[in-house]
């Protein structure tokens, strides 16, 4: 999949890789930390097959079924499973493992694929379910709709608009007997449509963007900041729109309620249309509602009025679409090019593939796609892989691992998630032992359709983990997320996320003094500017978070790129800033407006000898962070001991700093506002979408005087490698 088939937000087409590959030299350690193994990486003959045109009953070889149909592939993965068991009780799998081939087709599935640790494999002998090579085999978490017909109720077609009348087309789902109808709002349990393997849209207003709060009803002395607002669900609207509302059985609305990093969707109670007031059901948004802020509304009839949107009558049963395109073509079959006959899906399953306690199993190739929750899990075990898949659709997360080790996903393409792509938790925090799971050569996109924030394409937790060589873009939050310690996020590119919040940063943390010792470095942001221009952040670590290290990154057109919000012994060198603006921000928050969690936390190291729990001055803190077991002796709250140095920042602003940091801060060596004599510099400009390689430097650069040190900009992004699920990948840049 490359991502011309992807919504097109205009701007510049780019391919990633082309000629550029990663050299064999670097690749071979890449390989090495992955784990991966031969069985795994090649297409040879598999040691048992599934087929759509299979039967559970046969051996599950490759022979071909006789004139009496008596033998061949298996029809489902729960018999190979059930297979790949019984080999497994009669003797040790055999060196290099076990393989099972899926051939092309789609299979609708009944329940998640369940393994756990008795489907495991060995690291020398790994068990590898994988999709025939050049071959599509796609895991459905849905099911197969048709029978539509055009809406005749005079009843319905009075609520519809006259654009809509005659276009929109009925279906009853419990004659397709579907009769879980989910919820409109919950994660996880939300129903959805697919179109020809697109996500169709719930009725809404508008239908693009938002509508602003005009004002507040119960002024209630609520205030966070100085903001004023309130904590009653009471606002009065724009406009006469919502007189369309009033009959809607089950309306709801999106709103980013108080501050531009916090959604939700809340369900309409009442709507007094002479006062142009709406009630929203409790409970109340946490943070409360503010004048100017924005929402829309969803799941009414009322608003179905263009192609491409749906709404489901929960307490009927019938389903209403406008479809894009006039033809609904027929269900899938069993034929090979059953794929391209699949026209509406209505997703079902919560998840698709979920592993407890599994070791050495790797999932290879598929296409998995239309659930209502995480597509796939994993907790506990070692050496699970997700290579080459396809990952789509879905109505929460893509893969999530919690606990075990040495997990990874790997050039695997994921995009229209409901929720985030990747999710890595694991290691132990209070002995710091890493988990070692990874996310590498993954291209993320166009995720975060449902949960809007605080849902990254990858978001790195515990200890020891690592994010490398991953393209993310097109989000309206966070890029990349973390929190804990010593994880390593490198060369990795990503670009036009945070586009529909401030705030909000590309690569995000933050609240924790003992969270240290994570290093990002050699990655390329470019083009991240938060929502309507107001700004937001490159790398953010917010809230006094301390001890990481920013480092030879690549930052272009990316507002307050580097940004220490009041945390301590964190470093930024040898970074490229380009039109930035501001380079660099470090302000001193703990000693101001955000001293109440400094001082929550200063309270429990004195009376409790820890911090966050986590018994700061004992090892194994004290010895891999010095600074750590001294820091409520040595002016806690104060911003002290970062240190910037040999950075070179060019066009835009570089210093952010604030006042009262200014003192705390070691800043030296940096080349600030002269040209550092790109070896082409035509490639670059606001009217450009340069590559990370169009910012090398000539070997002539005045950054060489204060120390600089190339930056792998060939390196950055995506590789090209037989275990990417596309090749080359396009992806286009906001202008």
Known sequence: MTCNSTPNAGGILWTSGGSRKVTSQYLAPLLALAGLVVACTLAGAADRYVASDGNDAWSGRLAEPNGEGTDGPFATLERARDEVRKLKEAGPLPKGGLSVEVRAGVYERAGVFELTAEDSGTEGAPVVYRARQGEQVRLVGGKAVTGFRPVSDPAVLSRLEPAARGKVLQLDLRAQRITDFGHPAASGKRIELFFHDRPMTVARWPNEGFTHVADIVEHDGHQIHGRQGSKVGKFVYEGDRPERWVDEKDLWLHGYWFWDWSEQRQKVESIDTGKRVITL????????????????????????????????????????????????????????????????????????????????????????????????????????????????????????????????????????????????????????????????????????????????????????????????????????????????????????????????????????????????????????????GRGCVGVYLDDMFCGTEISGNLFYRVTRAAFIGGGRDCTVKNNLFVDCNPALHVDARALGWAHGHADMWIKEGRERGTLSGIRYKEPPYSERYPELPGILDDEPAAPKGNRVTRNVSFGGKWNGVHGAARKYLTIENNLVDRDPQFATPERIGPDKRPRAEDFALRPDSPARSIGFEPLPLDRMGLYADEGRASWPVEHEVRP
């Open 281 to 532: 059901a409790p409970p109340a948004h946490g943070y409360g509602y503010r004048k100017g802020q924005w929402f829309y509304a969803f799941n009414a009839l009322s608003e179905l009025d263009q192609p491409g949107e749906w709404y489901l009558d929960r307490e009927t049963g019938v389903l209403y679409f406008w479809p894009p395109d006039a033809r609904l073509d027929a269900a899938p079959t069993a034929a090979p090019d059953a794929a391209a006959k699949v026209t509406v899906v209505v997703s079902l399953l919560p998840t698709l593939v979920a592993m407890r306690d599994v070791s050495h199993v790797t999932l290879r190739g598929f296409v998995l796609e239309a659930c209502r929750g995480n597509a796939v899990t994993v907790s506990g075990g070692t050496g699970v892989r997700l290579v080459g898949c396809t990952v789509r659709n879905g109505g929460a997360w893509a893969v999530t691992v919690s606990g075990g080790t040495n997990h990874g996903v790997l050039g695997c393409d994921v995009y229209l998630m409901g929720a985030g792509g990747i999710s890595l938790s694991g290691g132990d925090r209070t002995t710091l032992t890493p988990a070692g799971h990874f996310a590498e050569n993954n291209h993320i996109h166009h995720y975060a359709r449902w949960e809007r924030v605080y849902r990254p394409g990858i978001t790195l937790q515990g200890v020891g983990n690592r994010a490398a060589h991953n393209l993310i873009h097109d989000a309206p939050h966070m890029g990349m997320g973390f929190g804990g310690n010593d994880h390593l996020i490198e060369l990795n590119e990503i670009h036009d996320v945070c586009y529909e919040s401030n705030d909000a940063g590309a690569i995000y943390t933050g609240r924790n003094w003992t969270m240290r010792g994570t290093v990002i470095r050699h990655n390329y942001m470019h083009h991240v500017n938060g929502f309507q």
